[in-house]
């Protein structure tokens, strides 16, 4: 099932055909970006994965994200290099 990820000014909105999730920035306590996914920890304990093949413009996503996490003052972490 393929979700839709919209960044707005204050959370993130996750849609796919069943449900609509919104997560608050605030909730962020680690980003890491690896060569195919980025990986969002938040403090609930849940992390959301985003493959990076379905992002239309990653450059700007990657920018996006760490000014975000400079904002927040939590880790961005990179890892391209990761292997399973």
Do not use: C, P
Request: charged letters at 30%.
């Amino acid at each position: 099932m393929q979700s839709h990820i919209i960044f707005k000014d204050s959370f993130l909105e996750s849609k796919d055909i069943t449900r609509e999730v919104k997560i608050n920035y605030s909730v962020f306590i680690e980003i890491i970006q690896i060569s195919t996914h980025y990986i969002i920890n938040v403090a609930s304990g849940e992390t959301l994965i985003i493959a990076k093949e379905y992002i239309k413009d990653s450059t700007k996503l990657n920018v996006f994200l760490k000014d975000l996490s400079n904002k927040l003052a939590i880790e961005y972490k990179t890892d391209v290099d990761w292997k399973r």
